[in-house]
Every structure is written in C-alpha cells, then in structure tokens.
C-alpha cells in the first residue's frame, strides 16, 4: 500500500479504507514490515528512483552492496543515491556502473572524492541544517530510503542510533523505506527513533559499525589545540566541534576546564574521554541543560558504547540542532572549526582545494554565525596549519582559482595557527591583512607583506 494512505469518498464523505498514514515515524500503525534478505529487498528498486542512504556510522553496508549488485544484474538506469558522507566501500561509484547509478553527495567523503572530481558523481553546496528542507519541500523526491537501526524494543521502537542527522526527514518523506535491523547500532535518546510498523522491509544483520579512532594528533595540532584551549575556551562554555585532528587536539587540551557543555552537530571519542574527568556536566546551557546534544557521532566502539541507551546524550534533527538562533541560546558559544585556506581579507575556504571539491559546506556556518550572536559573547573560531605539507603557506594574497568560499569573511572572527590567535571581527582589510601575517609561518610573512600591499595599495597595519 502506498505510504501516503488509501482512502474512498462516497456521498461526500471520506472513508478510510486502511489507515490515515502520518509521516511522523513515532506512532504505532497497524501493519508490519515484511522480513527479507538484502538482496530481495533491494528489487524494489527501479530506473530513474531517487535512493537515500543513512550516513556515517550509520552506514547500511549490506545494503549498499546489494544495490550494485541489483544496479548492474538488471540492467538499471539514472539511479540517484544521495547522502550526507557515508562510510566504507562505495561499490556503486566504480566506473563500470556510470549510467546505472549517479551519485549526489550534501557532503563529500574520502571514498567520493575521485568520483566527484572526475565529473562521474555530484555535489551540492548546501548548509547541514537546510538538507532536511530538501526532502520537506519536494525538491528532492526520494523513492526509497535505505537506513541501519537498532531491533525494535518491547514497544515496537527502533533506533536510528548515532547518525540522526538529515535520516529523521528522509524517512517522513521516503515512500518505500527499507530498515537494515543491526544489533550493533546503538540506541540513543532523542529524533532518531522510528516505530518498526514505519518500515516496509527489514533486513537482519549483525555487522561492526564503520569505525574511526582517534587520529594520530600531529605537534602542530597540538600547538593549535592548547592555544584555543588556554585562550578561547571558557569554563562554563558550550561547545562545538568539527570534524578532523583540531578540534580531537581542542578537546584533548581542556582536561582543566569545569562544567564545559556540547551543543554540536557532530562528536567523537575527545567528548567521551571529557566526560569521565568530570569536565563536561552541560549544567549552563539553556538548550536541553544537563545533556549533551548532537546529531551524528563517528569514532570507536567506545564512543558507540558511551552512546548506547545513555540519557544524558540527545541525538536530534539536524535541522533543530543546527538552528543558529537556538544555538545562540546557550551560554559562551565556541564554535571550533577546521578550514583549508583563508585569504587576506578574510574569506574562507573549507571545501575544495581550487577547483577539486574535498569535503563540503556542512554545518560550520550554522555554528560560527550561531556563536557570533551568542548575547554574552560566544566566540566563532577557524583554525588551520599555517602551511601545507608541501610548505606552501595556507594564508594567502588570493584564493585558489576555482576555490569555493564556505565562510565569507564578513562571518569571520577568530582565526588560529600554531603561531597565534586573532580576532577579524570589526577590522578593515588593512587591519585584517596585519593580523593575518602576524600568525603566518615566518618564512611566508614578508611575501605575504608585499602581495598585501600589491592588493591593498597601503601596507597593513594595526
């Protein structure tokens, strides 16, 4: 039966023939899903269906797997998958299904980027916190959603664990949603839960969940981290952190710090390690006090652990989560975030090295503009090595040709190397190109200087 309902009307009146169906997956409706293998379930698909996957940790391996396969057996064509980034093998983005499948990334992986840069999958520039309005508003019209979730508890509830995020209006919009039933997802308190007489299919697995420990933190990330740490974090903050070796480097230097909130889109293994030394209590915040809010999680088994049936952490809609005024709400907000290079006046790119796309916009304006109007002084901050591998220098006269801007420098505030910390906020473009050198590496400041003033027609100066 077709999602939306079946109804009849006879002498003006509507007759419900099955049930009234509503899009909100909470309710307990009177049916069942069908139980199959993943293979079966996927046969649902057909040419020319927009497909949704559940992103990050979250990922529905086994399914992914059997649409490939489903792709290239019958022969199907203008496949659309979209997602936010999603882990592991992307079987369908190898050059022998082009035609089948066309992927559409709101957020670009490691394992999309070749695809997305040779021209064979897409990308859209888009804020974490506007993907749901996609689906809400039928820009997007998914056919069917392929998601990973707990099994159903005594009421008949699954959880869709640590990846909320743009999942929660996927399902309400999907027409055909096919649950991947795995005893390793964690269930969590919030958005994420859908009641199992929501899904169509089911699919039982018992697979690991993609994995990402801690990184390796680098003496110029750890340079970074405690400068952020020592100057920018205050006790009592509510914090923000994106993805990468910063921000873990950030939350590795806070050891010291007292009743620390999260208010983040995303977190990792740095918050667990946070929470066991007693920094981290959420007891400032105005926005749910007392727990930690998020919508997706990526790290290790132990973070997965840490998030399973616990009731201090709500994983909630990105949409909500990621709203800049209701982040503004909360005390001291300090909004951590990586970015590849600034220019300097202050634009920022995040995405793209020149023109080769790397990552995508995601939630950093969300939470840097969320802290700028925070009323009692948050504070937005960007940090980067002041250098490439290579030795280039990752503050410049001009951005790369083809780079895309994520943050306009009119957004910008603090910005932070490993040789200092300053504050944009307020400076005109001369100011900005001084305080910009001064935190460059020092064999880049003299040229730095001289484009400066190339740009500028006037030296920089404070």
């Known amino acids: 039966m077709h999602r939306n309902g079946v109804f009849r009307k006879f002498k003006n009146e509507i007759i419900r023939k099955y049930y009234s169906y509503a899009a909100e997956p909470f309710h307990p ?30 990922t529905p391996s086994k399914l992914l797997a059997a649409l490939a396969n489903h792709g290239k057996q019958n022969r199907l064509e203008r496949v659309t998958v979209c997602h936010i980034h999603i882990e592991g093998a992307m079987e369908y983005l190898k050059p022998e299904y082009s035609g089948i499948f066309r992927d559409n990334s709101f957020f670009i ?34 056919d069917v959603a392929l998601i990973n979730v707990s099994p159903p508890d005594q009421h008949g ?31 969590t308190f919030g958005d994420g839960t859908i009641h199992v007489s ?15 420990p801690p990184a390796k933190i680098n003496p110029i990330e750890n340079a970074i981290g405690r ?18 070796n910063i921000p873990d480097a950030v939350l590795s230097s806070l050891k010291s710090h007292t009743d620390l909130g999260i208010h983040s889109e995303m977190f990792s293994d740095g918050v667990v390690d946070l929470v066991e030394a007693g920094c981290i209590t959420n007891s400032q915040k105005k926005i749910l006090p007392g727990k930690i809010v998020g919508s997706f999680c990526l790290g290790s088994r132990r973070l997965y652990d840490f998030l399973d049936n616990n009731p201090f952490i709500v994983m909630g809609d990105v949409q909500w989560v990621n709203s800049s005024s209701l982040i503004a709400q909360n005390p001291k907000v300090t909004a951590i975030n990586s970015c590849i ?16 796309m790397f990552s995508g916009v995601g939630g950093q304006v969300d939470f840097l503009r969320g802290a700028a109007i925070c009323p009692d002084g948050g504070k937005p901050i960007l940090a980067l090595p002041s250098s490439t591998k290579k030795g280039e220098s990752k503050i410049v006269p001009f951005l790369k040709q083809g780079a ?34 001064r935190i460059a590496h020092p064999d880049h400041r003299e040229e730095l200087e001289k484009a400066a ?10």
């Open 157 to 187: 509830f699954c959880s869709f664990g640590p990846s909320v995020d743009v999942t929660r209006s996927a399902v309400k919009n999907a027409k055909y949603i096919i649950g991947q039933i795995n005893p390793k997802i964690p269930r």
């Open 29 to 58: 409706l009177p049916r069942a899903p069908i139980t199959s293998s993943a293979e079966d379930a996927v046969k649902v698909v057909k040419s020319g269906d927009n497909i949704f996957v559940h992103s990050a940790a979250a």
């Open 109 to 142: 992986g490691a394992n999309a980027r070749e695809a997305v840069n040779t021209g064979r999958a897409d990308f859209v520039p888009i804020f974490l916190s506007e993907i749901p309005l996609l689906f809400h508003r039928k820009i997007i019209q998914l």
């Open 453 to 462: 003033f190339e740009r500028l027609n006037c030296m920089p100066s404070p």
């Open 341 to 356: 290079e600034i220019d300097l006046t202050g634009q920022v790119v995040s995405d793209s090295i020149g023109t080769r």
């Open 227 to 244: 400068l952020i740490a020592d100057n920018l974090v205050d006790n009592g903050a509510t914090l923000q952190m994106g993805i990468g």
């Open 404 to 437: 895309g801007i994520v943050t306009t420098r009119a957004h910008v505030h603090y910005v932070v190397t490993e040789y200092g910390y300053t504050n944009l906020f307020g400076k005109n473009l001369r100011q900005r190109a001084f305080e910009l050198i």
């Open 198 to 212: 929501h899904l169509d299919c089911i699919v039982n697995v018992d697979e690991e969940l993609p994995q990402r």
